[in-house]
């Protein structure tokens, strides 16, 4: 667990994806974080057949004690908001059932997912011409490229999840809804790394990394409810 502490360790876990690299090029296919201050002890699988041995072995209400920082945002902080029904993720129990039952059998079923293939083709379309527009004399992309796949993720799920267009790829503001939703995602997930797998300060009292992690949630949340009231809106209008 020393290789997690800051100055002595050799894992830098602003960037989640790269320890977890390094973990499984070093370790292997299993791989066990031992002896971590205030934290459980954890098991990372990295072979498919693993996860699906893991996945069909659990029984009707699985125990998945994960991400405590966003454990304690849903429950604690803005159990106002989200009340006993707060997803599949950070939940377990009968309250992970109630919720996963409502939603994996129009989710799971192949012919269910035809029906987006032409918006999401639509969205990638759109994808492929916005390219083309920001390419340089050199016909390369931009620096800030990763943004523009971002976009395009965001507006292909709000076609699917809520029948709605964002506009991610015109050419807008930096402080759109879009771009701060965008912004938002990538600190939620360049932060929860130091929250689930440093010394748990934030427990303690509100860190400047807690603070931007709870920031970020909230623009998640106040953006996310504002497109998800146009599509309730739109469907009660369409009867």
Not at 8 to 19: A, N, S
Not at 115 to 135: G, H, M, W
Not at 155 to 162: D, K, Q
Not at 213 to 227: E, G, H, P, S, W
Request: net charge negative; aromatic share 12%; glycine share 4%.
């Amino acid at each position: 667990s020393w290789r997690f502490l800051p100055f002595v360790g050799t894992y830098e876990i602003e960037r989640l994806d790269t320890v977890l690299w390094r973990l499984h090029r070093e370790f292997g296919d299993i791989v066990k974080i031992s002896n971590m201050l205030g934290r459980p002890d954890m098991v990372f699988l990295f072979d498919p057949r693993d996860i699906e041995t893991i996945f069909r072995s659990e029984e009707k209400l699985p125990h998945r004690p994960s991400m405590p920082s966003l454990n304690y945002y849903k429950h604690v902080m803005r159990k106002d908001y989200f009340g006993e029904d707060a997803g599949v993720i950070a939940v377990h129990g009968e309250s992970w059932y109630k919720f996963r039952r409502k939603v994996q059998q129009p989710l799971m079923q192949p012919k269910t997912a035809q029906l987006y293939i032409p918006s999401i083709e639509e969205s990638a379309d759109t994808f492929v011409e916005r390219i083309r527009k920001i390419r340089d004399h050199n016909s390369e992309v931009t620096d800030d490229f990763l943004n523009e796949i971002h976009k395009w993720g965001l507006e292909s799920i709000a076609n699917v999840a809520l029948n709605v267009r964002l506009g991610c790829f015109d050419d807008k503001a930096s402080d759109s809804d879009t771009q701060l939703l965008i912004d938002a995602i990538d600190t939620f997930f360049s932060n929860v790394g130091n929250l689930e797998l440093k010394i748990p300060f934030w427990r303690l009292f509100n860190t400047p990394t807690w603070n931007k992690y709870v920031n970020a949630l909230d623009t998640i949340m106040r953006i996310t409810q504002k497109y998800i009231n146009q599509s309730m809106k739109d469907i009660e209008a369409k009867g």
